[in-house]
């Protein structure tokens, strides 16, 4: 994955991503404006996150066994719309705080204590995106700067300078399908331009 995303296409079949739909409507998710957090304390989504389809595709980027450590649900509409500016994910869930360089600054969400990361450790992180919507033009897909995780962890000015003087791709996907993607990747999307949803499950896989 020498870009530091693919594209996977028609991973899960539409039935399949029907009833997947269906049954987080019926989770009593924390819900914020753009989603939710920490899917993963429910026994769905931990058992989508060991599915056979999604752990290997983690594990050959990866090298090595994958295990997941956090499932995110974004949830955009033209009822719950936002931009989301160039950046790179740079946060890991941690069980404990750890005095290292390279660690910090550290934050708690939801109950869960996270961590800037170090370059050295996000290179043994990969993120699946499961689509269960189309993702268009027009609802928000997501956009990346190839390559761009190779550079390590930049700072604010750095990825915006980056993104102003690169050629970014847009991520169009079908329902079903997933990307994997690189922590490090400076990415972005936009806001929905139409009536149509764009969810995606979004699990993140490491190694030892």
Avoid at 25 to 51: C, K, M, N, W
Avoid at 68 to 92: E, M
Wanted: glycine share 6%.
């Amino acid at each position: 994955m020498d870009d530091g995303y693919e594209i996977i296409s028609d991973v899960f079949p539409v039935p399949e991503v029907e009833a997947l739909a269906a049954t987080l409507e019926t989770l009593p998710l924390d819900r914020s404006r753009a989603g939710a957090r920490h899917l993963l304390r429910h026994s769905s989504i931990a058992d989508l996150s060991q599915d056979a389809r999604l752990t290997s595709i983690a594990s050959r980027v990866l090298g090595g066994a994958a295990r997941p450590h956090s499932a995110t649900l974004f949830d955009k509409s033209p009822r719950a719309n936002w931009l989301v500016a160039w950046h790179q994910d740079t946060t890991l869930p941690m069980r404990e705080r750890i005095d290292l360089p390279g660690w910090g600054p550290w934050s708690e969400k939801g109950g869960v204590l996270y961590a800037h990361a170090p370059a050295s450790v996000l290179s043994r992180v990969v993120a699946l995106r499961i689509h269960l919507d189309d993702s268009t033009s027009d609802n928000g897909a997501l956009r990346v700067l190839p390559r761009s995780h190779t550079l390590g962890v930049l700072t604010d000015d750095q990825v915006h300078d980056l993104a102003a003087r690169s050629t970014h791709a847009t991520c169009l996907i079908g329902r079903g399908g997933v990307i994997a993607m690189r922590p490090l990747i400076v990415h972005a999307s936009s806001k929905v331009m139409k009536d149509a949803p764009r969810r995606v499950i979004h699990i993140e896989y490491s190694t030892q």
